[in-house]
C-alpha cells in the first residue's frame, strides 16, 4: 500500500482475500465438502458434453445449447473453486491488483455468457413451441453456432468494459475484503471515497446486463404458456412444458441469486455475510445443474444410459 497524500488515503495495491478465515475450525471441513461439489458439478458438466456429442440424437440446437452451458460453467467454477480451495488451507495470501482484476474478468465474462446461452435456449424452446414450421430456418446449425459464439464474444466483451470501469479506480485501505475470490461487490467498496456516480453507474450496468435478459426469457415464456393454453390436447401440452421445465429451474436459480446479488446498491453489501449467498452461485448452483438437466430431461437420460452401456461392452 502507499500513501496519496493529495487526497489523505492510503492507496491499495494488493487486496487479502479473507475469505471464511472468521471459522478456522471449519477451514478443512468446508475444503473437503467444496472440493466434493466441485468434484460432482465437473463430472456432471463432462457428462452432458461427453452425451451430447457422442448420441447423434442430441444433435439439436437444444443439446448445442446445453452442452455450450456446461462447458461455460465447468470454465466459470474453475475460475473460482481451486484459488478458494487454496486459500482455505493457506490463508491471507495477498492478490495483486492485477491477479485480483484477470479473475474478476473471467469470472464475469463468463457468468453473462451463462445467462445469454440461457437466454439463447428460451428463444430455441418459443421457436420449436410457438412457430414449428419456421423451426428448421430459424435455428439452423449456422445460425445456433453464430448465437453460441455471439453469447461468448457478448460476454467477455461486457466484461472487459466493466472490470475496465472497475480497475481504473483508486482503492483505498483497508485492503482486506471478506470475500472468497474478487467479486463486484466486495471490491467496489474498496473503492475510496468521491467516486460514488461512477460505482452507481458500473452497479446500473450489471444490473440491465442481467435484468434485460431475464426480462426477454419471461417474454418468451409467456409467449409459449400462451401458444401451450390454446393446445387442444393435453398431451401436446405437456410435452411442450416437458422440454421447457428444466430451463426454467435452471433460470430461476441462476437469475434469482444474481439479481439479488448484482441488482443492488453497493452500500448494501454486507462484508461477511454476502459471501454465504456467493457460495450458492458459486459452487451450489453450478453443482445442481447438471443434476437437474439430467433428472429431469428423458432424453438425457436415455442418452446416458445408452453410452454407459457402450462404455461396459467396451469392457
Not at 289 to 297: A, M
Request: proline share 5%; glycine share 6%; aromatic share 12%.
Amino acid at each position: 500500500m502507499v500513501r496519496d497524500s493529495s487526497v489523505n488515503h492510503t492507496v491499495v495495491t494488493e487486496f487479502i482475500l479473507l475469505g471464511f478465515t472468521s471459522h478456522p475450525g471449519l477451514a478443512h471441513l468446508l475444503f473437503g465438502l467444496f472440493l466434493m461439489m466441485y468434484a460432482v458439478t465437473v463430472t456432471g458438466n463432462v457428462l452432458i458434453m461427453t452425451i451430447v456429442r457422442a448420441d447423434s440424437l442430441l444433435h439439436t440446437p437444444m443439446y448445442l445449447f446445453l452442452g455450450s452451458l456446461s462447458l461455460s460453467e465447468t470454465a466459470y467454477t474453475l475460475v473460482v473453486i481451486p484459488k478458494m480451495l487454496g486459500d482455505l488451507l493457506f490463508p491471507n495470501r495477498p492478490l495483486s491488483l492485477a491477479s485480483c482484476a484477470t479473475q474478476m474478468f473471467f469470472f464475469v465474462a463468463l457468468g453473462i455468457t451463462d445467462c445469454l446461452l440461457l437466454t439463447a435456449m428460451a428463444w430455441d424452446r418459443y421457436v420449436a413451441i410457438c412457430r414449428p414450421l419456421h423451426y428448421g430456418s430459424l435455428m439452423s446449425q449456422q445460425i445456433c453456432w453464430s448465437l453460441v459464439m455471439g453469447c461468448i464474444c457478448g460476454g467477455f466483451i461486457l466484461s472487459s468494459f466493466l472490470t475496465g470501469m472497475i480497475f481504473s479506480l483508486p482503492f483505498c485501505a483497508p485492503n482486506q475484503i471478506h470475500h472468497f475470490f474478487c467479486d463486484i461487490p466486495p471490491v467496489l467498496n474498496r473503492v475510496c471515497p468521491g467516486y460514488e456516480s461512477i460505482e452507481a453507474t458500473i452497479v446500473s450496468l450489471v444490473a440491465m446486463v442481467l435484468i434485460i435478459p431475464f426480462s426477454f426469457i419471461m417474454l418468451s415464456y409467456g409467449c409459449i404458456l400462451v401458444v401451450s393454453l390454446h393446445m387442444h390436447s393435453a398431451q401436446c401440452f405437456r410435452k411442450a412444458f416437458s422440454t421447457c421445465g428444466a430451463h426454467l429451474t435452471v433460470v430461476f436459480l441462476h437469475y434469482g441469486c444474481a439479481i439479488f446479488s448484482y441488482a443492488r446498491p453497493v452500500g448494501s453489501f454486507i462484508e461477511g455475510k454476502d459471501h454465504i449467498l456467493a457460495v450458492s452461485y458459486t459452487i451450489l448452483i453450478p453443482m445442481l445443474n447438471p443434476l437437474i438437466y439430467t433428472l429431469r430431461n428423458n432424453e438425457v437420460k436415455g442418452a446416458l444410459r445408452k453410452v454407459m452401456t457402450q462404455s461396459l461392452l467396451l469392457y
